[in-house]
């Protein structure tokens, strides 16, 4: 296993900024009147993924750290709520969506884990 230098090192970071590429590809097929509606919602919790587990790693308290992991779990399920009404809406296809979850659930994994181990540091 490699060693943490940065956030960057962080398997779960890496993944998220995975996810939030995948949305941003995902939102730019929604329809313009969606701009700030779902386009809006989706972009900023598909950010918010990454951008809180750095943030958390950066705040140098395990407590704070596993909140904003929390936070970004959080965010995988905005994510999930939003891209299923934007398929139910006919704007996003079913497979699409299924790429997308599959990304969802890594993430979900990896963060589950991580939020595991630094509570058992606790």
Not at 22 to 50: C, D, H, M, N, W
Not at 82 to 99: G, K
Request: glycine residues 8%; proline residues 2%.
């Amino acid at each position: 296993m490699s060693e943490i230098r940065s956030h960057r090192d962080l398997v779960a970071w890496q993944k998220g900024m995975d996810l939030g590429l995948e949305v941003y590809a995902i939102t730019k097929r929604l329809p313009e009147s969606e701009r700030f509606g779902l386009v809006s919602q989706l972009r900023r919790a598909a950010v918010s993924v990454p951008s809180n587990i750095a943030e958390g790693y950066g705040r140098g308290s395990t407590a704070d750290y596993v909140r904003f992991l929390r936070t970004a779990r959080g965010s995988l399920y905005e994510i999930d709520t939003q891209l299923l009404i934007a398929v139910r809406l006919e704007f996003v296809p079913m497979d699409a969506y299924e790429r997308v979850l599959e990304r969802l659930n890594e993430c979900g994994r990896i963060l589950a884990g991580l939020i595991r181990s630094l509570g058992e540091k606790e």
